[in-house]
């Protein structure tokens, strides 16, 4: 919790962390409202609490999971891929299999339907699915998401 000027108190929802993108988000509940400040920018964004609709935790698809194995790929070309970024074609053989995601954000959705829903980024690094890790980072993800459906349900039900 942290005491803002106007004497009003406010708690931390998610702290920002630099090295992974995180921003900081924080909920006022004596005004009902909560604040979103992108990481480099000196003020945060105020959304009123009434305005919350949904919140999801959703996993980024890592890119090159489309279109054909590498190893269905003919001859020449398959060599060609492999010898100029042999990587990037293990890469693309490994996210086909559904194994991996490129991250984990929260889709925060609002009662203005012509207002795009915000992304806060939670992870922005590949996770292997079922990994140690991919399990804490879709557990502090599920910390946050509660945090908001709290947020709503006050909304809505006073």
Same mark, same amino acid.
């Given at each position: 919790m942290t005491e803002t000027s106007n004497n009003s108190v406010e708690r931390a929802i998610l702290l920002p962390s630099a090295p992974f993108g995180i921003p900081e988000v924080m909920a006022n509940d004596?005004?009902?409202t909560w604040s979103l400040r992108e990481l480099g920018t000196p003020d945060a964004t105020? !959304?009123?609490m009434?305005?919350?609709?949904g919140c999801f935790v959703r996993e980024l698809e890592c890119a090159g999971a489309s279109g054909p194995a590498a190893g269905e790929v003919q001859g020449m070309q398959l060599l060609g891929e492999v010898l100029k970024n042999p990587g990037k074609v293990a890469r693309a053989n490994r !996210?086909?299999?559904g194994a991996y995601c490129a991250g984990v954000y929260l889709e925060v959705t609002l009662a203005d339907p012509d207002v795009e829903a915000i992304i806060i980024p939670i992870w922005n690094r590949e996770l292997k699915r079922g990994s140690m890790a991919y399990r804490q980072v879709i557990e502090s993800a599920?910390?946050?998401k509660a945090a908001f459906d709290g947020m709503i349900e006050v909304a809505l039900h006073g």
């Amino acid at each position: 919790m942290t005491e803002t000027s106007n004497n009003s108190v406010e708690r931390a929802i998610l702290l920002p962390s630099a090295p992974f993108g995180i921003p900081e988000v924080m909920a006022n509940d004596a005004e009902r409202t909560w604040s979103l400040r992108e990481l480099g920018t000196p003020d945060a964004t105020v !959304y009123p609490m009434a305005d919350l609709r949904g919140c999801f935790v959703r996993e980024l698809e890592c890119a090159g999971a489309s279109g054909p194995a590498a190893g269905e790929v003919q001859g020449m070309q398959l060599l060609g891929e492999v010898l100029k970024n042999p990587g990037k074609v293990a890469r693309a053989n490994r !996210y086909r299999g559904g194994a991996y995601c490129a991250g984990v954000y929260l889709e925060v959705t609002l009662a203005d339907p012509d207002v795009e829903a915000i992304i806060i980024p939670i992870w922005n690094r590949e996770l292997k699915r079922g990994s140690m890790a991919y399990r804490q980072v879709i557990e502090s993800a599920e910390t946050v998401k509660a945090a908001f459906d709290g947020m709503i349900e006050v909304a809505l039900h006073g």
